[in-house]
């Protein structure tokens, strides 16, 4: 079956640009997740959703980041203003909800900002 | 807080050489614990979990025993293959929370 599709799975922008990520979960998969890899550095948490609760921001590294999930499936991660410190791997993964369910990951957007 | 602490790499063994990749953890109240594994150019995927003290994970002869005294998740295998080789990353949710937070991953090689 169809995995988490994350689009583009490359991009490079200009700083100062804005750009928008997107993640397409598993479908039927309340719980979605964003999160940041830049080189040698663990995953870094940046937002969660779960069915129609409010989102938990509290890894969102500034007020240039921001995520929206509509209809309670397709995400878009946008960053405003882009930086060169923003370039990195952004993954999303999606579980059936918020606990011991196993996250999926898609492949990952690699953002460049030059 | 919540924090994961992973053997850094890379790793590089021989087929069928014994495997350790060491991971502690700091938490509040009883994390359930994780590792994933990302072979190349393949998305994450869990490889193991425990979510209780003393329980032990397996998956694919990998595992890895949840011990709280020690606050350690430690990573195992008997005998690796050239197939093992990936980044794995250790992982812990703590009670109550909504994310996972992870280790900073470390690269396994196996040569034939």
């Known amino acids: 079956g169809a995995g988490v599709s994350q689009s583009p799975s490359n991009k490079v922008t200009e700083k100062g640009k804005d750009v928008e990520l997107r993640c397409d979960p598993i479908s039927g998969h309340t719980a979605l997740y964003w999160y940041r890899q830049s080189l040698g550095q663990g995953l870094e948490f940046l937002i969660y959703?779960?069915?129609?609760?409010?989102?938990?921001k509290s890894g969102l590294p500034s007020d240039r980041f921001s995520a929206e999930r509509t209809g309670g499936s397709v995400s878009t991660l946008t960053i405003q203003r882009t930086q060169q410190e923003d370039s990195a791997v952004y993954l999303c993964?999606?579980?059936?909800?918020?606990?011991?369910?196993?996250?999926?990951f898609g492949n990952g957007t690699r953002l460049t900002v030059t | 807080g919540n924090s994961v602490t992973q053997m850094e790499g890379p790793v590089t063994l021989s087929e069928e050489a014994f495997l350790t990749i060491n991971c502690t953890y700091t938490a509040t109240g009883y994390p359930s614990l994780f590792w994933y594994v990302q072979y190349p150019g393949e998305g994450l995927q869990l490889l193991l979990k425990a979510t209780k003290a003393d329980d032990k994970g397996s998956n694919k002869g990998f595992e890895a025993t949840y011990r709280k005294e020690t606050t350690s998740f430690h990573l195992e295998k008997g005998s690796v293959q050239v197939s093992d080789s990936a980044v794995y990353f250790c992982?812990?949710?703590?009670?109550?929370?909504?994310?996972?937070?992870f280790g900073t991953g470390t690269r396994l090689t196996v040569i034939p």
């Open positions: 992982a812990l949710r703590g009670t109550g929370a909504n994310n996972l937070f």
């Open positions: 993964a999606s579980s059936w909800d918020s606990y011991n369910s196993p996250l999926h």
């Open positions: 959703f779960q069915g129609n609760s409010a989102p938990d």
